[in-house]
């Protein structure tokens, strides 16, 4: 899979892609999901981060089996006093980053609420892989890997440590996702829903005016 970089005079708005899929990323607030996203896109990672306040877009080009691929991953927020306007971006999403912290076991054993309300507003037809993030802080760890795995395992999810510290696993996991869709997608694993269009409803102004409504708000969630 090649990454195709953007750059100026070039914009996102004028590529021709082939297919367009969009990622939700969901877990409990504080996970690290925002400074995974920061790290994959941008190999920035801040100590001092806040939560993020409803959702935050990362959009990335790929190019695999001669196809470009838009890739919109969505980063929502943890805090349930979001959950009116996160649940409106799981709709259309063909894949999920189920994010906990392996050094907070309630993180983990939060996972299966985030995929229920998930699919019970999407549909159980997605791709899902869980990342147990802060690998780098497995002295600390409170979540053993096997018991991660059993649970990846028992719901079919792909499973990986990542940390958005260091890096570890981020790229793999994102890109991997994003090839089992593409290969569900050729294989007819969505065909009752039009997928160029999935993604075409008006999210983006939904977006803008719940981000200018809350860029004051403060939460002392650091990531």
């Known amino acids: ?14 590529m021709n892609e082939d297919y367009s899929f969009k990622i939700v990323v969901l877990g409990d607030c504080a996970v690290g999901k925002s400074n995974i ?4 896109s941008k190999n920035i990672f801040n100590k001092t981060s806040k939560s993020t306040i409803g959702v935050e877009l990362v959009t990335k080009f790929y190019k695999y089996e001669n196809k470009i691929i838009k890739v919109n991953i969505w980063d929502t927020a943890g805090q349930e006093r979001f959950f009116s306007i996160i649940n409106t971006y799981y709709k259309g999403a063909k894949g999920a980053l189920l994010v906990y912290d392996i050094t907070r076991k309630n993180t ?18 997605i791709s899902v892989c869980l990342l147990g993030n802060k690998s780098d802080l497995s002295l600390l760890r409170q979540v053993s890997i096997d018991e991660a795995r059993n649970k990846a395992k028992k ?45 075409k409803f008006d999210l983006d102004k939904n977006y803008k005016e719940q981000k ?11 990531f």
């Open 212 to 222: 200018k409504d809350n860029e004051n708000n403060i939460c002392g969630c650091n």
């Open 1 to 14: 899979m090649e990454e195709i970089i953007i750059q100026f005079p070039h914009s996102v708005s004028s």
């Open 108 to 125: 983990f054993d939060n996972i299966e609420k985030w995929f229920n309300e998930l699919i019970s507003i999407n549909s159980n037809r």
């Open 37 to 40: 996203l920061s790290k994959y």
């Open 155 to 199: 719901f079919g999810f792909r499973f990986y440590e990542t940390s958005a510290l260091d890096s570890s696993n981020i790229k793999l996991a994102i890109e991997e996702i994003i090839k089992d869709i593409y290969i569900k997608n050729k294989n007819g694993f969505y065909s009752e829903q039009n997928y160029n269009n999935s993604d």
